[in-house]
């Protein structure tokens, strides 16, 4: 069925055109994260998308947390994957491009496919709504917009990223997932979600479901107890897991980097296992009878990618100088727990044994293997270690920079500076030319930045050299050209900036526009031609469970 309105099956358009035209439309949507005021009209809104029924029939793992469920359903989605299964995997936010919120067998959604999908939905909403149920904000017309791919595109599972909490997230319009997930919960979005671990664990526990069987990490004791809770009320069999033990990959790695990652692998490697086992599609021996786990869990696990979470890039543009002299370690942590595992993390990586990502495997994207190089060793005298960090204004700096200086100080992490940069793109920006648009940096509020320095320097004290500690610039685009110059001005090619990006996955995005040049806009494109929006002529993969 092809979309109705001005953008209907008629009107011919080139690919790209639709698109762009869809971003423009996508980011009109307000940016309103509420307390569940929209929660009540989800019924309307799948009334009139005819998704009630569609939904009802996927296969679903539900995942929430405060950290680490982006990585447990990357993980979750890859095992799937390597088993043969047609997979949809729903994550937030995106740091390039919305598509990437949307992946069919661990590809990000094409242009043309996000297009056809969008003004299907886009237009029926318009048409459907009224002063009473409004138009869906931003983040709900995104999983609205998933639903309906995943439907259509007839995957055999879907692996669902909670956006926010749990109990009003649109995700949970789903009644009978095949299992529910728990990373790891923390402080976070407190204005919403409550004060106390307590409440914020009551809220997350609102996607448990009437005997549906649900994992956990290891849990504060206030934050387990609300689990444990809600779960028995429910009758649901909640299990506490550990992390995931190194021989259980038969001398594997992990494709995620950092210690931290091996508790989201073992919660993935029991969502994955409990999915086959519930679905009944394989017959596979019990997790505690095994030495190794199966091919697929282990290629799964070390194949695994996800942009901005341990991600090591060497500038590759950088004039005179060689792409090691300035590395960029981008990591999205924003809670105080995350940025801790961020800078053990950040420690492993810069010392001789650390490994990274080369910047022309990252370009190939998730489908291809990953290059592994050791970094040269690297003295004190010859590194410098700087910070590049933004966070949002609801976030408490003293906290998190505690945090962070602590845990600099156990693994003997010294940053020389600390840079303080707003975001370049907003929450709500969707195209390629988010940088493009704010380019004036005149106009630019820096006061939040100048928050983070006076805290930084407050907790930082007196230098010994007697240096500037830090220093706030108005764009990303000026501090990475800052890095730039004085990586050249350094009479010694020894001499290495090793720039730590974190506090905000938009801020890790941005940095890998600009670095990267767009990154994977310039790879992964859809095709020129001209494009409809007829849904019923996008090509679909067979799924796995159809083809028994």
């Known amino acids: 069925m092809a979309a109705q309105g001005d953008y209907g099956a008629s009107k011919q358009k080139a690919g790209g055109d639709l698109y762009q035209e869809a971003l423009v439309a996508l980011s009109s949507l307000t940016m309103k994260r509420d307390k569940g005021e929209q929660f009540e009209f989800v019924l309307d809104y799948l009334k009139i998308l005819d998704l009630e029924e569609d939904i009802a029939k996927l296969k679903v793992i539900h995942v929430t947390g405060t950290k680490g469920k982006g990585s447990t359903c990357t993980f979750t989605e890859s095992i799937l994957r390597n088993y043969g299964f047609r997979t949809g995997l729903l994550t937030s936010p995106h740091l390039i491009d919305v598509r990437e919120r949307f992946r069919l067998d661990g590809v990000d959604i094409s242009e043309e496919k996000f297009s056809a999908y969008f003004w299907w939905c886009y237009n029926r909403l318009k048409e459907g709504t009224n002063e009473e149920t409004t138009m869906p904000s931003y983040f709900r017309f995104l ?78 004791n206030e934050a387990m107890c609300v689990l444990e809770e809600k779960a028995s009320a429910l009758d649901v069999n909640l299990k506490v897991i550990e992390p995931l033990s190194k021989r259980l ?9 950092g210690e931290h990652q091996y508790l989201n692998a073992g919660l993935a490697v029991s969502l994955a296992y409990t999915w086959l086992q519930q679905s009944g599609s394989l017959e596979i021996p019990s997790l505690n009878q095994m030495t190794t786990l199966p091919e697929p869990f282990i290629k799964g696990l070390a194949t695994a990618r996800l942009q901005g979470r341990a991600q090591v890039i060497p500038d590759p543009y950088i004039e005179h100088a060689a792409p090691r002299n300035l590395v960029f370690y981008l990591d999205g942590a924003h809670s105080p727990e995350s940025v801790e595992a961020c800078v053990k993390w950040f420690s492993l990586a810069v010392k001789e044994d650390g490994q990274s990502e080369s910047l022309e495997s990252f370009v190939k994207g998730p489908s291809h293997a990953y290059e592994e190089r050791k970094l040269e060793r690297c003295t004190e005298e010859i590194c410098h270690r700087i910070l590049l960090f933004n966070c949002m204004s609801v976030r408490d700096p003293h906290l998190i920079f505690s945090h962070l200086r602590n845990a600099s100080a156990k693994h003997g992490v010294d940053f020389k500076k600390a840079l303080f940069v707003p975001n370049l793109s907003m929450t709500h920006t969707v195209g390629m030319n988010a940088l493009l648009e704010k ?92 494009c409809s929006l007829s849904i019923s002529d996008v090509p679909r993969k067979k799924s796995l469970l159809q083809s028994k």
């Open 439 to 530: 380019n004036d940096d005149s106009s630019v509020d820096l006061s939040w930045q100048y928050k983070l320095q006076e805290v930084w320097e407050s907790l930082v004290g007196e230098e010994k050299d007697g240096g500037e500690k830090s220093e706030v610039f108005s764009s990303l685009p000026l501090a990475i050209k800052w890095l730039r110059d004085i990586v050249v001005d350094q009479k010694s090619s020894s001499t290495r900036f090793q720039v730590l990006v974190t506090g905000s996955l938009l801020l890790v995005g941005d940095v890998l526009k600009l670095v990267t040049k767009w990154g994977r806009n310039e790879i992964f494109t859809s095709g020129e031609g001209e």
């Open 249 to 257: 990959l038969g001398g594997q790695k992990l494709g995620l980097d």
């Open 143 to 220: 999983t609205l917009l998933g639903f309906k791919i995943f439907s259509s595109e007839e995957v055999d599972v879907v692996i669902l990223e909670v956006g926010l909490g749990g109990r009003i997230d649109f995700t949970n319009v789903v009644k009978k997932p095949v299992v529910c997930g728990f990373s790891s919960i923390g402080y976070d979005h407190m204005e919403i979600l409550g004060d106390t671990l307590g409440k914020i664990a009551g809220e997350k526990a609102g996607i448990f479901k009437l005997r549906v069987p649900a994992f956990t990490v290891p849990q504060p």
